[in-house]
């Protein structure tokens, strides 16, 4: 697979709360088939899961749509939840994407920042574009082979007793 390209998995769900577990479910099978470790997605579950519920409970005022994207890549995952029911342009969608500030007070953080600041914590990066309507892009890293390279080049350096 080359760099710049993902697998791409796109579900449309409506925003009610009975289908955000669904998407968690599809987070945890998609993120455990792609190597991710129990803590990981666990923590990409609880994400995604705030991310929706935040559409549920504040995109519509009556019945709506909500997109959840999921890109695979070698070495990471990003999950893209947006509330407008219509169809995406995910690389016109990045182009316009800042990034969630976790270091403000959470009484400055727009509606639902409280769950925005929880996703920034759970996942590596967080961002958003919020121009029509809320696109939320999470990534995780691939961790797995970068944490074990790097204990054992600890053992090695640490000076002998």
Do not use: W
Not at 88 to 105: M, Y
Request: glycine share 8%.
């Amino acid at each position: 697979m080359k760099q710049h390209e993902a697998d791409h998995i796109l579900m449309s769900v409506p925003a009610k709360p009975e289908y955000v577990g669904v998407i968690r479910l599809t987070v945890s099978g998609i993120a455990n088939r792609a190597g991710f470790t129990y803590d990981d997605i666990e923590d990409m579950k609880i994400a995604v899961a705030e991310a929706c519920t935040n559409v549920v409970n504040h995109a519509y005022e009556e019945s709506g749509m909500m997109n959840v994207s999921y890109l695979l890549y070698e070495n990471r995952m990003e999950i893209i939840v947006a509330d407008s029911g219509q169809s995406f342009d995910v690389a016109k969608v990045k182009d316009h994407l800042g990034p969630v500030d976790a270091s403000r007070p959470v009484g400055d953080l727009k509606e639902g920042g409280l769950g925005l600041f929880l996703i920034s914590t759970l996942m590596d990066k967080v961002e958003i574009n919020d121009e029509s309507g809320i696109v939320l892009v999470m990534t995780k890293f691939l961790h797995g082979d970068e944490v074990e390279q790097d204990v054992s080049e600890i053992q090695q350096t640490q000076p002998e007793q």
